[in-house]
């Protein structure tokens, strides 16, 4: 069964920084393309960034590009999610999850960013 677990979120003054990872099992994570999304409070799950299953293509939306970076290590089966230059509108629940056929969601990260 895929389990995916997320951690590294928390409380950013705007400006500041974060970095996500997420940890997956039970599923062939070296051969999939993962992506992290984002929840806000009443706004429909959205993708934020996806990579390649060897790392080499990554993409992002146009609302995080220039600020955030994806990367993954196939080794220890986690993807992770740098985030500069943090601001309130990036205030939501993370979730990684392979793209663009999502598996089981899991409980996400809260990222709140806030003075």
């Known amino acids: 069964q895929v389990r995916l677990v997320e951690s590294g979120g928390g409380l950013a003054q705007p400006g500041g920084s974060l970095r996500l990872s997420c940890a997956a099992s039970g599923m062939n994570f070296k051969s999939a393309t993962m992506g992290w999304y984002r929840q806000a409070p009443g706004n429909e799950r959205e993708l934020v960034a996806s990579i390649s299953s060897g790392g080499v293509t990554t993409n992002y939306a146009d609302s995080v590009k220039g600020r955030f970076t994806i990367s993954r290590d196939n080794a220890k089966n986690t993807v992770y999610l740098q985030m500069n230059s943090l601001k309130p509108e990036d205030t939501a629940v993370y979730y990684c999850?392979?793209?663009?056929?999502?598996?089981?969601w899991g409980q996400g990260t809260l990222v709140t960013v806030s003075s």
């Open positions: 999850n392979r793209y663009p056929s999502p598996s089981l």
